[in-house]
T-cell receptor, first 115, second 110 residues
Framework: DSGVTQTPKHLITATGQRVTLRCSPR?????VYWYQQSLDQGLQFLIH???????AKGNILERFSAQQFPDLHSELNLSSLELGDSALYFC??????????????FGSGTRLTVV | TQLLEQSPQFLSIQEGENLTVYCNSS?????LQWYRQEPGEGPVLLVT?????EVKKLKRLTFQFGDARKDSSLHITAAQPGDTGLYLC??????????FGAGTTVTVRA
């Protein structure tokens, strides 16, 4: 157990639907990062939150949004789902918002399948 | 487009052999991390290197950060089946993003 909890572990939904992925960071970590992993794209950075505030955005589609709550858990919302959104979605946390100098602790991921 | 290029993409060796995985970029990174990922799990941090020319050893694993902080290598001595997995390098930058390479799939046959 890495200390980062992601739910649900698996999700199957239809095109056009909306889903919410949840992440609880490791105790004491203030930063949360979301990544998408697919076979052809590898791990792609989506978004970073630090202590409730958005700090950096990567290749995140406008149909996707995220937030970090006062208790530091984070949610990634995916809407108007398309077949191409099928992927593994990982959440990672770190103690601070360092420039990659602090190791990330990853959760086990949510496998999203859009049918 | 991957900022970090890893080679080789796949590597299959016999138990007891040595292997080296490379991570190259045209960009300078403030730090370089290596992770190992097993099927169905998230990546697990192996090491972070921050100084150009730095060498770190973790049991049978040796990590090196290039002098110009653009490249890195991971060397495994006397590989064991438990070393099997996807090895990912990741570069840290001043915009708080960690960019990952596509990974090297290592298979160690018993």
């Amino acid at each position: 157990d890495s200390g980062v909890t992601q739910t649900p572990k698996h999700l199957i939904t239809a095109t056009g639907q909306r889903v919410t992925l949840r992440c609880s960071p490791r105790s004491g970590d203030l930063s949360v990062y979301w990544y998408q992993q697919s076979l052809d794209q590898g791990l792609q950075f989506l978004i970073h939150y630090y202590n409730g505030e958005e700090r950096a955005k990567g290749n995140i589609l406008e149909r996707f949004s995220a937030q970090q709550f006062p208790d530091l858990h984070s949610e990634l919302n995916l809407s108007s789902l398309e077949l191409g959104d099928s992927a593994l979605y990982f959440c990672a946390s770190s103690p601070r918002q360092g420039r990659g100098n602090y190791g990330y602790t990853f959760g086990s991921g949510t496998r999203l399948t859009v049918v | 487009t991957q900022l970090l290029e890893q080679s080789p993409q796949f590597l299959s060796i016999q138990e007891g052999e040595n292997l080296t995985v490379y991570c190259n970029s045209s960009s300078v990174f403030s730090s370089l991390q290596w992770y190992r990922q097993e099927p169905g799990e998230g990546p697990v941090l192996l090491v972070t290197v921050v100084t150009g020319g730095e060498v770190k050893k973790l049991k049978r694993l040796t990590f090196q950060f290039g002098d110009a902080r653009k490249d890195s290598s991971l060397h495994i001595t006397a590989a064991q089946p438990g070393d099997t997995g996807l090895y990912l390098c990741a570069g840290g930058s001043n915009d708080y993003k960690l960019s990952f390479g596509a990974g090297t799939t290592v298979t160690v046959r018993a």
